[in-house]
């Protein structure tokens, strides 16, 4: 299984900072990397798609870069709604693995 | 835009099967465009994929749970299931069902999620 790691696993902001979270993969995977956003008690929800494309309806402060095993997901200007938990995914190889998961919080 | 339901009991004994149906709204599970997914979260973990299906019946599976699982398709009902075999309290999480898309396999609706204890 290709194995995923984030770092940090949890970071504390304020509104109007910039946010970078990173995403590293045990093999290449090109760029089948994707970011989701989860928070408690709701469904994940897609934010980036192979690894830089911004889903529709996703705000334009959010944007992914990266390819091979190194990717970065960058929050421009930290809102109040996006403190959550965010998890990057490989698509590259099944199984589908997910990094552990970055907490940003307050 | 298709909206996806997860259902399914809330509590299971230990060595019994878990079975969850998925039901999609205002979209086909029988659309080539797509795979249907089954994710877990057990509590106050990550997320773990647990398979998919495609509109044809073909499946892959994690191969960590594979002995156990099973995800087909009911393309009448507009739903796809899930059966976990032998359970056990290892297997308590939030279940959500998704649509992945195309090649690159992207899950871009998801269904509320749904709690299952193994108890």
């Known amino acids: 299984d290709i194995q995923m790691t984030q770092s940090p696993s949890s970071l504390s902001a304020s509104v109007g900072d910039r946010v970078t979270i990173t995403c590293r993969a045990s093999?290449?995977?090109?760029?089948?990397l994707n970011w989701y956003q989860h928070k408690p008690g709701k469904a994940p929800r897609l934010l980036i798609y192979a690894a830089s494309g911004l889903q529709s309806g996703v705000p334009s402060r959010f944007s992914g870069s990266g390819y091979g095993t190194d990717f970065t997901l960058t929050i421009s200007s930290l809102q109040p709604e996006d403190f959550a938990t965010y998890y990057c995914?490989?698509?590259?190889?099944?199984?589908?693995?997910f990094g552990p998961g970055t907490k940003v919080d307050i | 835009q298709v909206q996806l339901q997860e259902s399914g009991p809330g509590l299971v004994k230990p060595s019994e099967t878990l079975s969850l149906t998925c039901t999609a709204s205002?979209?086909?599970?029988?659309?080539?465009?797509?795979?249907w997914s089954w994710i877990r979260q057990p509590p106050g973990k990550g997320l773990e994929w647990i398979g998919h299906?495609?509109?044809?019946?073909?499946?892959n599976y994690n191969p960590s749970l594979k002995s156990r699982v099973t995800i087909s398709l009911d393309t009448s009902k507009n739903q796809f299931s899930l059966k976990l075999r032998s359970v056990t309290a290892a297997d308590t999480a939030v279940y959500y069902c998704?649509?992945?898309?195309?090649?690159?396999?992207?899950?871009?609706?998801w269904g509320k999620g749904t709690t299952v204890t193994v108890s």
């Open positions: 299906v495609y509109y044809t019946g073909s499946t």
């Open positions: 093999q290449t995977i090109t760029t089948y």
């Open positions: 205002a979209g086909s599970v029988s659309s080539g465009s797509y795979h």
């Open positions: 995914q490989q698509s590259y190889t099944a199984p589908f693995t």
């Open positions: 998704a649509r992945d898309i195309g090649q690159y396999y992207y899950m871009d609706v």
